[in-house]
């Protein structure tokens, strides 16, 4: 099993509460930071970009909880659909679990909200204050008009985006286009005003505050990861037995001869690090897997002409000059799970029934006994039509569907209708739930007992549009 290197040692007088020190990410480039700031333009470009686009003139995503409608591009989901967001979280969970024993915390490093929201911060951080030596003298340096200047210049861009984030955020839930002017007139409703404040307040304390203190105090995932690593997880890790001893050297010395490692110990790998730990002490729990160091100490080792990869995504067992194997039964398993459970979500969305029909007896009676001498059972059916048009549905009995079977041979004729005459015809508005109640039929002597009944309720103007749903037919013994 892995073993997660200490945070680091208490302070030497004892002291558990002293304030954290700030931290200032150096800025690197590499193709892994590349990677991620790939992933932080696509992230953010979708959430600042989505509730401006239209779908069949309506916004194209939209949750509107008064209506109790959601809308996802082309489709509509109601509170009865809730279970495909339980499905969805659990499709979630497994994703973690396969993407975790597959290569450590890639979530964290290129997706999380709090990766992708701090990492813009530190982007309008570094454009008014400038790099990490910078800042760090700006902070040491009493107050000033220019420190003033730079100082206000980043709150204002940290609160302004922070409110948009903010507003954008209501924006899925309120129109967008219809919420912007109410903003600007001041005319929001109480709730979209707490909701849009709370969330900008929420940004702009995360991503520009605590920033690494969420990753390491308030994350869970952080405190279990280490139940998911195994010794051929990929994480991002230091070569001790070809880094160590480490020092600094001259230009062109044999290293190799003074007894040094390739690590020439300046420190580039913790400056770039936005948690600030050492990669170099081992696998920490509040490595986000940003690959920050990866892409620093290649550069380094490119100016001193030394092979790449010292620090790197490996696994224990190939630290250990052992195989190591990526594709083990567990991530093939995980792997397995997450392609059935998509594709069997993707299909049940595609093929869902936009319909549906619950049937309910009358619990007041089994059966009555009409004056005629037939039988007849009560029920209420609730339909309800789950598209965004009013829709005609016909209600029959599935006999009657088919056209009427020819009995076999020796079966006793049930000969159960509906009551008034079939089929039943209704209109059913968009969102709409119905409450029809239907009267069933069967003639004196045919119905002993209890039987099996099955209603079809079926779009007029589109017969592959059905739902079937069983009940039971009750009448005396014999």
Request: with cysteine.
């Amino acid at each position: 099993m892995t073993r997660l290197a200490p945070v680091a040692a208490v302070a030497a007088d004892g002291d558990l509460y002293r304030a954290a020190p700030k931290i200032y990410p150096r800025e690197q480039d590499g193709r892994f930071q590349r990677l991620r700031h790939t992933a932080v333009v696509v992230l953010l470009g979708l959430y600042y970009v989505m509730p401006w686009l239209t779908w069949n003139g309506r916004q194209a995503v939209l949750f509107d909880l008064p209506a109790r409608r959601f809308y996802i591009l082309g489709l509509t989901f109601w509170p009865q659909d809730f279970f495909y967001l339980t499905w969805l979280l659990i499709l979630a969970g497994l994703s973690l679990f396969f993407f975790t024993a597959l290569a450590g915390r890639l979530w964290c490093g290129y997706a999380c909200p709090q990766t992708v929201w701090t990492e813009v911060f530190l982007w309008m951080e570094r454009w008014t204050e400038g790099d990490r030596n910078k800042r760090m003298k700006l902070d040491a340096a009493p107050w000033s008009a220019e420190k003033l200047a730079r100082k206000g210049g980043k709150q204002a861009l940290w609160i302004t985006f922070a409110l948009w984030t903010g507003f954008t955020f209501v924006g899925f839930f309120t129109p967008i286009r219809e919420l912007g002017p109410r903003v600007l007139t001041f005319t929001i409703g109480p709730w979209e005003t707490f909701w849009t404040l709370f969330y900008s307040v929420a940004t702009y304390g995360n991503a520009g505050y605590l920033r690494e203190q969420v990753c390491k105090y308030m994350c869970p995932y952080a405190r279990f990861q280490g139940a998911m690593f195994d010794p051929n997880t990929l994480v991002i890790a230091y070569d001790p037995a070809r880094g160590e001893p480490r020092g600094s050297r001259r230009r062109g010395t044999d290293y190799k001869a003074a007894g040094l490692g390739d690590c020439i110990d300046c420190t580039l790998c913790v400056q770039v690090c936005p948690t600030g730990i050492d990669i170099r002490d081992g696998l920490q729990y509040e490595c986000i897997a940003c690959g920050a160091c990866i892409d620093a100490c290649d550069a380094v080792m490119d100016k001193v002409a030394y092979p790449r990869g010292l620090v790197r995504y490996a696994t224990e067992e190939s630290l250990a000059g052992h195989a190591s194997h990526i594709l083990r039964p567990r991530v093939i398993v995980y792997g397995l799970l997450l392609a059935a459970g998509f594709g069997a979500f993707g299909w049940s969305v595609t093929h869902r029934v936009p319909l549906i029909v619950d049937v309910v007896r009358d619990r007041n009676a089994l059966y009555r006994v009409a004056s005629d001498g037939a039988i007849e059972n009560a029920y209420t059916l609730k339909i309800m039509n789950k598209v965004d048009v009013a829709r005609s549905f016909v209600i029959m009995l599935e006999e009657e569907r088919e056209g009427g079977e020819e009995e076999e041979e020796g079966e006793d004729d049930t000969s159960v209708t509906i009551a008034g005459g079939s089929p039943l015809e209704v209109t059913v508005q968009p969102g709409e739930v119905l409450a029809v109640p239907v009267t069933l039929r069967a003639a004196a002597g045919h119905i002993h007992g209890r039987g099996d009944v099955e209603f079809i309720v079926e779009a007029k103007d589109e017969p592959g549009v059905h739902y079937e749903a069983e009940s039971r037919f009750f009448g005396p013994a014999r």
